[in-house]
């Protein structure tokens, strides 16, 4: 059974940093794209970035330049470098990966920016 295993969400005042993980197992295989997707109560999730398992990245207008997704395809993890944190960041975060086809999610990780 594939399961998604996220860390490191927390409470960070603005303009401080957190950095999210999120690993993969139950399966054999690698995954192909990873991203990392944002939900607030009442709203749709949205794409935060992904990355391939080659390392092209796409982000979010919102996030460019503040946040770097990165990948260890050893370890089948994904990260989540977040910089120069805003209020509006404040959401729960939630780790997706393809894996031979299938989308998964994880169970999401609160990211809480005082301001």
């Known amino acids: 059974q594939v399961q998604l295993v996220e860390s490191g969400g927390g409470l960070v005042q603005a303009g401080g940093s957190l950095r999210l993980s999120c690993a993969a197992s139950?399966?054999?295989?690698?995954?192909?794209?990873m991203g990392w997707y944002r939900q607030a109560p009442g709203k749709q999730r949205e794409l935060v970035a992904t990355i391939t398992r080659g390392g092209s990245t796409n982000y979010a207008d919102s996030v460019k330049g503040r946040f770097t997704i990165s990948r260890d395809n050893a370890k089948k993890t994904v990260y989540l470098q977040m910089n120069s944190l805003k209020p509006e960041d404040t959401d729960v975060y939630y780790c997706?990966?393809?894996?031979?086809?299938?989308?998964?999610w994880g169970q999401g990780t609160q990211v809480t920016v005082s301001s």
């Open positions: 139950g399966s054999i295989f690698s995954p192909n794209a």
């Open positions: 997706n990966a393809d894996i031979t086809g299938r989308s998964y």
